[in-house]
């Protein structure tokens, strides 16, 4: 048994980019950063960037491209997959992709909206009105309380 699966947690580098394949699916592209951080021996606190490139497929694609931006907080799960390529010296090198399958928008709604940017939707000033909660019925019970109940149980 084998498994490809990846969880990331970050902020977007970049905008998404969208492409459209000739069959009409999106194809939305974005890096994306995660770090992590740890005190040396020094009690110096250290940080590291990791920088992952992320591909999301059809709806989920166009739904990163209408609201994500650079900077936006975003919760991605997905496999990664490896291509091969030559680079303009001739050396053969490996590039590793983030396929996800999943997405979660983190953060609050200002994160990575751009004032000067007229694609990003701009936080709504008046929120849908919640719904109303459901209280539970208030019953007294009027039974007597079963003593040979794990009869009932079928496991």
Do not use: C
């Amino acid at each position: 048994m084998s498994v490809n699966k990846v969880i990331l947690v970050g902020r977007l580098g970049r905008d998404p980019e969208t492409r459209y394949m000739p069959n009409g699916d999106a194809i939305t592209n974005f890096s994306l950063a995660t770090d992590e951080q740890w005190r040396d021996r020094n009690g110096e606190r250290q940080t590291r960037a990791e920088w992952h490139n992320v591909s999301l497929y059809g709806k989920l694609g166009e739904v990163a491209n209408q609201y994500l931006r650079k900077g936006s907080q975003v919760f991605i799960e997905g496999k990664i997959q490896s291509r091969k390529y030559t680079g303009n010296d001739g050396i053969e090198r490996t590039a590793y992709n983030i396929i996800g399958n999943e997405m979660r928008m983190l953060g609050n709604r200002n994160d990575g909206f751009d004032s000067g940017n007229n694609n990003a939707a701009p936080p709504t000033s008046n929120p849908p009105p919640a719904a109303p909660r459901r209280q539970p019925p208030q019953h007294e019970s009027t039974t007597a309380p079963i003593d040979d109940i794990d009869d009932d149980i079928p496991f």
